[in-house]
T-cell receptor
Framework: KQEVTQIPAALSVPEGENLVLNCSFT??????LQWFRQDPGKGLTSLLL?????REQTSGRLNASLDKSSGRSTLYIAASQPGDSATYLC?????????????FGTGTLLAVQP | DAMVIQNPRYQVTQFGKPVTLSCSQT?????MYWYQQKSSQAPKLLFH???????NEADTPDNFQSRRPNTSFCFLDIRSPGLGDAAMYLC?????????????FGDGTRLSIL
């Protein structure tokens, strides 16, 4: 059974700092991995999607890497801003019968202090 | 230009009183998903529709039902809500079931049980 873990559960950094969020998964047989952002009381916004054949994806100040063999992904945020404060969730896409299933981690709550 | 719209944003119901949550989409996607997210937990897939075909996750309680009268709308019915059903309910869509297609999420409905 696929399990997704995110460490740390919470992180507080001063504005301008670079930071790394971690995601690990137990079964390397994934199709892709996705990072989402969730603001308080809101839904999920997709940030980056990495296909299993890829090593990384970049969007602006965000860079996500994937090491499928070791079951790990990182989300790097450069020059953090207070507006980056949110919960960041990773999710892996696995094949569950006929379904495109997303298995989520519990997230990392990020607070960027001005 | 919201693409996946959930109503209401907040819903309060009484213990045992049936409740319906609504999701609509302007993306004309074939697949619609319902997730349950309890406080500080990962979103958990309840079921999905591919067009009119319904697919229930094995561990989804019988108390949860869904309807999809047309492409644009999907409803989540909770027949007899218990205190443990208090959660954020997230609706998502994707164009196809293949794992390469990202899921687009609404802002969620937060359900409280009195």
């Amino acid at each position: 059974k696929q399990e997704v873990t995110q460490i740390p559960a919470a992180l507080s950094v001063p504005e301008g700092e670079n930071l790394v969020l971690n995601c690990s998964f137990t079964d390397s047989a994934i199709y892709n991995l996705q990072w989402f952002r969730q603001d308080p009381g809101k839904g999920l916004t997709s940030l980056l999607l990495i296909q299993s054949s890829q090593r990384e994806q970049t969007s602006g100040r965000l860079n996500a890497s994937l090491d499928k063999s070791s079951g790990r992904s990182t989300l790097y945020i450069a020059a953090s801003q207070p507006g980056d404060s949110a919960t960041y969730l990773c999710a892996v896409a696995t094949y569950g019968g006929a379904t495109n299933k997303l298995i989520f981690g519990t997230g990392t709550l990020l607070a960027v202090q001005p | 230009d919201a693409m996946v719209i959930q109503n209401p944003r907040y819903q309060v119901t009484q213990f045992g009183k049936p409740v319906t949550l609504s999701c609509s989409q302007t993306l004309n996607h074939n697949v619609m998903y319902w997730y349950q997210q309890k406080s500080s937990q990962a979103p958990k897939l309840l079921f999905h529709y591919y067009d009119k075909d319904f697919n229930n996750e094995a561990d989804t309680p019988d108390n949860f039902q869904s309807r999809r009268p047309n492409t644009s709308f999907c409803f989540l019915d909770i027949r007899s809500p218990g205190l443990g059903d208090a959660a954020m309910y997230l609706c998502a869509t994707s164009s196809e079931l293949t794992v390469s297609q990202p899921q687009h999420f609404g802002d969620g409905t937060r359900l409280s049980i009195l």
